[in-house]
């Protein structure tokens, strides 16, 4: 079975999220930028989300995190929960 390793960063609104990934490309660290904004307890660990397998996370977030170029950001991805930032940073088959 698949797994994934990812770390996000969850806010309530597409422009912040839009605001903040722009931060990141242009060379901010992930793991500060989710401490300081991400509304998800995960922020606190940088945003990191450990190991898991399809379907432990909603479809939307599932879909990005089984499909996306690894270390790259990826967003705003839209779910019952705000607006993520997600970086997938490892995946096995």
């Known amino acids: 079975m698949p797994k994934a390793t990812a770390r ?6 597409e422009t912040l999220s839009e605001d903040l ?8 660290d992930f793991a500060s930028v989710a ?9 606190q660990k940088g945003g990191d989300l450990g190991t ?14 089984f499909s996306a170029n690894l270390n790259e950001v990826q967003g705003p991805v839209k779910t019952q929960f705000g607006y993520h930032l997600i970086e997938v940073t490892g995946r096995t088959e």
């Open 52 to 65: 898991f397998g399809p379907g432990q996370m909603v479809q939307e977030f599932d879909t990005v995190v």
């Open 21 to 28: 990934k722009t931060r990141i490309i242009n060379g901010e």
């Open 8 to 13: 996000h960063i969850l806010v309530d609104n």
């Open 35 to 43: 401490r300081e904004h991400s509304t998800c307890p995960s922020g």
